[in-house]
C-alpha cells in the first residue's frame, strides 16, 4: 500500500510540472511595466486593460506618443501587436526563454525590448469614468516623485494623451495635467473613489472603475512607511506597510504618494 501511494505521489509530482511551468511562464509574460528598447526609446505600459491596452512611448528627448496594444489572436500571453492611431502596426514576441525579453518586427524594425522595472502605483493611478462622459486611465509613474499620463478615451473612441505632475505639497492628493497642468484634478481622500477636476472655471467629477484603496488612521510622512493602527474587536493593533501591492497583505491604502500594503505585526514571545 505504501508503495502504491509513493508511487502516485511522484505520479501526481511529475503531472504538476507541466503545469506549473506553463503557469509560471504565462504570469510572467505580462506586458506590464516599463521597457528599454534597443532603438532608444522607453515603453510604458499600466496594468489596468486587457487588450486592447494602451502604451506610451517616450523618446529619448522626452517626447511621449501614445500606442494601443491588441494580443494576437490565439497567441495571448506570448505576442502582441501595437500601432499608433492610423499607423502601422508592429509586432512584439516575448523571448520564450525570457519573459523579460521582446523582439519586435515590421515595418524594416528589428529592434529588443528589456524590462527595466515595475511601475510606481499612486493613489489615483487606474481607470476612471467622468461626468463628461469621457474615459480616463491615470497610468503610474516609472519613479516616484515622476512625472506621469493620462489617456483619455472620448465617447466615439478617439484617445488623447496628456502629461500630468503632483501640485508640490500636495503629493498624492491634487495634480495638475494637460497644456501647462493648467486642468486640476484633486482625490476626495474620504473615498478614494472620486476626483473633482477644474478646468476653465468648469467642474467635473471622475468616479474610479474598480476597487479603491482602503481607508485608515495613519500616522507619518509620505516619503516614509506609514504607521497604522487598526481596530479590531475593541483592540488597538499595529500594522506594518511597505511600498506596492501584494496578494497577502491584510489592508490596501492611499497615502502620500504611493499605494501602501499593510499586514499586522505578528506577536512576538513573552521574552521580546
Request: charged share 15%.
Given at each position: 500500500m505504501m508503495k502504491?501511494?509513493?508511487?502516485?505521489?511522484?505520479?501526481?509530482?511529475?503531472?504538476?510540472?507541466?503545469?506549473?511551468?506553463?503557469?509560471?511562464?504565462a504570469q510572467a509574460a505580462s506586458p506590464v511595466g516599463v521597457w528599454r528598447s534597443t532603438s532608444g526609446n522607453t515603453f510604458i505600459v499600466p496594468p489596468f486593460e486587457a487588450s486592447p491596452f494602451v502604451m506610451v512611448l517616450v523618446a529619448p528627448n522626452?517626447?511621449?506618443?501614445?500606442?494601443?496594444?491588441?494580443?494576437?489572436?490565439?497567441?495571448?500571453?506570448?505576442?502582441?501587436?501595437?500601432?499608433?492611431?492610423n499607423s502601422q502596426g508592429l509586432t512584439a514576441t516575448f523571448d520564450s526563454r525570457n519573459a523579460?525579453?521582446?523582439?519586435?518586427?515590421?515595418?524594416?524594425?528589428?529592434t529588443t525590448w528589456t524590462k527595466s522595472g515595475a511601475l510606481t502605483q499612486t493613489s489615483v493611478s487606474g481607470t476612471w469614468r467622468?461626468?463628461?462622459?469621457?474615459?480616463?486611465?491615470?497610468?503610474?509613474?516609472?519613479?516616484?516623485?515622476?512625472?506621469?499620463?493620462?489617456?483619455?478615451?472620448?465617447?466615439?473612441?478617439e484617445r488623447e494623451l496628456y502629461p500630468a505632475r503632483w501640485t508640490p505639497g500636495l503629493e498624492g492628493t491634487?495634480?495638475?495635467?494637460?497644456?501647462?497642468?493648467?486642468?486640476?484634478?484633486?482625490?476626495?481622500?474620504?473615498?478614494?473613489?472620486?476626483?473633482?477636476?477644474?478646468?476653465?472655471?468648469e467642474v467635473t467629477t471622475w468616479t474610479r472603475e474598480g476597487r479603491?484603496?482602503?481607508?485608515?488612521?495613519?500616522?507619518?510622512?509620505?516619503?516614509?512607511?506609514?504607521?497604522?493602527?487598526?481596530?479590531?474587536?475593541g483592540e488597538r493593533r499595529r500594522m506594518v506597510c511597505a511600498p506596492g501591492l501584494t496578494r497577502t497583505s491584510d489592508l490596501e491604502l492611499g497615502f502620500g504618494a504611493l499605494l501602501w500594503s499593510c499586514s499586522f505585526e505578528r506577536s512576538g514571545s513573552a521574552n521580546d
Open positions: 502504491m501511494l509513493k508511487t502516485f505521489s511522484t505520479l501526481l509530482a511529475l503531472a504538476l510540472v507541466p503545469l506549473l511551468a506553463f503557469a509560471a511562464t522626452g517626447t511621449r506618443e501614445l500606442y494601443t496594444g491588441r494580443w494576437t489572436a490565439g497567441l495571448e500571453g506570448t505576442q502582441f501587436t501595437y500601432a499608433k492611431p523579460n525579453t521582446v523582439k519586435v518586427v515590421g515595418g524594416g524594425t528589428n467622468s461626468s463628461s462622459g469621457n474615459r480616463f486611465v491615470v497610468l503610474p509613474p516609472v519613479s516616484e516623485g515622476a512625472t506621469f499620463d493620462i489617456v483619455m478615451t472620448r465617447a466615439n473612441g491634487q495634480f495638475g495635467y494637460g497644456s501647462k497642468f493648467a486642468t486640476i484634478a484633486t482625490l476626495d481622500v474620504r473615498s478614494m473613489s472620486s476626483v473633482r477636476v477644474l478646468a476653465n472655471s479603491a484603496p482602503s481607508r485608515a488612521l495613519v500616522f507619518g510622512s509620505d516619503l516614509e512607511a506609514p504607521a497604522v493602527v487598526a481596530v479590531v474587536r
